[in-house]
């Protein structure tokens, strides 16, 4: 009959080890050879057994010591370098090695189930996760809103989920609807549904961070001689004083009017101005703008630098 070294099998060098070492032995070579991961190899089969029979024996203090005078006795002999493994009979997880020197037939059937339990059961894997995005507008996005959304599922068939889109959402932010992903494997929970949001501009409307940026359009002489306007804010009109001598590109700020900034208060409203000629104009208009163009000095391309010499 083989003799087996059991502290080979767990790749221990002696027996001059604690149950500490031992335990410790044991996990790494049980984690290396169990079946579930070594799934077309057989041999591994066969190697995790030993290694559940050596554990077995050495880490019971009894056992250990009767195992340690036959093994001082065989350890000076010459050791094959491969692997051996003695038979073992039908049903059983145990060598007939073992069930010479420290047979148990209870314990040898019960480890049996054991392993068998081990080997059949099947680790449970959470579903992956689905993710889509929709598009809302700013103002949906400002106020909160409710929408409906249609997916198709993986058996072909459309499946429709409510999303309640909270005020406030950030450009970019995902929502997760739990379980509503793949199903899981084995017995695992379904992944979840994540949402990323879209915040589209509007017309004359546009989001950076938390500020809002709009045009103010005027005249060329309510940019000249200063004027109040209204300005329409996302959730109010807003009152605001243009300063005379205004130039197209320049913006005026406008605090606290902007989207909200997830701390109770809200970004700033930008408006950037833009001096709107108009295109037809009628006799008494033209008559105005020629009077203009004869008492006025003002030249902005020899300000400019563009004036011809």
Known sequence: ????????????????????????????????????????????????????????????????????????THVGKKKKNQYEESKRSKGSIFSDFFQMFFGDTTITQREQTKSDNIKNRKTPIKGENIETEIKVTIFEAFYGVEKKISLRTLNGKMKSFSIKIPAG???????????????????????????????????????????????????????????????????????????????SGESIRIQAKGYHDGKAGRGDLIATVQIMVPKDINQEEKKLMEQLKQISKYNPRKIYGQHNK
């Open 169 to 247: 959402i950030r450009n970019g932010e995902k929502i997760r609807l739990m379980g509503q992903g793949k199903p899981g494997e084995n017995g695992a929970k379904s992944g979840d549904l994540l949402i990323k949001i879209f915040i589209e501009d509007a017309p004359n409307c546009k989001l950076q961070g938390f500020d809002l940026y709009t045009n103010l359009y005027l005249t060329p002489w309510e940019a000249a001689l200063g004027t109040k306007v209204e300005v329409l804010s996302i959730d109010e009109p807003v009152s605001l004083y243009v300063p005379q001598g205004m130039q």
């Open 1 to 72: 009959m083989i003799f087996k070294d059991y502290y080979k099998i767990l790749e221990l060098n002696d027996n001059k080890v604690s149950p500490e070492e031992i335990k410790q032995a044991y996990r790494e070579q049980a984690k290396k050879y169990h079946p579930d991961i070594n799934t077309e190899n057989q041999f591994s089969e066969e190697r995790f057994k030993d290694i559940n029979e050596a554990y077995k024996v050495l880490s019971n203090q009894a056992t250990k010591r009767k195992y340690d005078r036959m093994w001082n």
